[in-house]
């Protein structure tokens, strides 16, 4: 099994920043990849970005391309989201989950990860 917690959400006013992280334990050495989703009330959960856990391939949404970067630290086994340029419409609880296998190209859906941390609200003000 896999364990992920979540940290570093918060309120933040538009235009600022803010660093995600997610750590992970128990059999890290099982994770093929990493990603990060996010949701809103009434919504469904919406992919952000997804990075490999061995290689460091990335995949980003559009709405977030060129604002967020993923990053990770095996030697941590944490994987990192840093926000730039916050919108008001980034506000959301934001989830790390973790793939035991699977391709890169299949990383978007949320039926690809099989753990999954509790999640952090992240507030953007106007």
């Known amino acids: 099994q896999v364990q992920l917690v979540e940290s570093g959400g918060g309120l933040v006013q538009a235009g600022g920043s803010l660093r995600l992280s997610c750590a992970a334990s128990g059999r890290t050495f099982i994770i093929y990849a990493m990603g990060w989703f996010r949701q809103t009330p009434g919504k469904e959960r919406e992919f952000v970005t997804t990075i490999s856990w061995s290689g460091g391939s990335t995949y980003y949404a559009d709405s977030v391309k060129d604002r967020f970067t993923v990053s990770r630290d095996n030697a941590k086994n944490t994987v990192y989201l840093q926000m730039n340029s916050l919108k008001p419409e980034d506000t959301a609880v934001y989830y790390c989950?973790?793939?035991?296998?699977?391709?890169?190209?299949?990383?978007?859906?949320?039926?690809?990860?099989?753990?999954w941390g509790q999640g952090t609200q992240v507030t953007v003000s106007s």
């Open positions: 989950a973790a793939a035991r296998f699977g391709s890169m190209a299949t990383m978007t859906r949320t039926t690809a990860y099989h753990y």
